[in-house]
């Protein structure tokens, strides 16, 4: 099992008020994904467990990428990950926090 934490300056506060949600499920392949309302505005925290190992350039990327796109500011996100392919991580990441944004 890997640990990475990545912490970013987003450009805004996500929108909503919903205060967490939860998307996805740990399964092969696959990834939970638990968001967060706990920080400043424009700090943005992702913390990954993950059991493929030596990934962490990928991960990094991806996250800067969402980060950049989503601006997730305020958020915190736990991810569990079953050795997801990029495209699903970024797609789950996208949809805890439209999760947010809809108060689902």
Not at 24 to 30: D, F, L, T
Not at 74 to 85: E, H, P, T, V
Request: aromatic share 4%; with cysteine.
């Amino acid at each position: 099992m890997e640990n990475l934490t990545y912490r970013h300056k987003a450009k805004t506060r996500a929108p909503g008020d919903k205060p967490l949600a939860l998307v996805g499920v740990v399964a092969s392949g696959n990834l939970e994904v638990l968001v967060e309302r706990v920080l400043p505005d424009t700090d943005c925290e992702v913390a990954i467990a993950t059991t493929a190992k030596g990934f962490g350039d990928v991960w990094a990327a991806v996250v800067s990428d969402f980060v950049e796109r989503r601006s997730p500011g305020g958020l915190r996100l736990s991810i569990n990950d079953g050795g997801a392919r990029p495209d699903t991580v970024a797609l789950r990441l996208s949809q805890a926090v439209r999760s947010l944004e809809e108060g689902r």
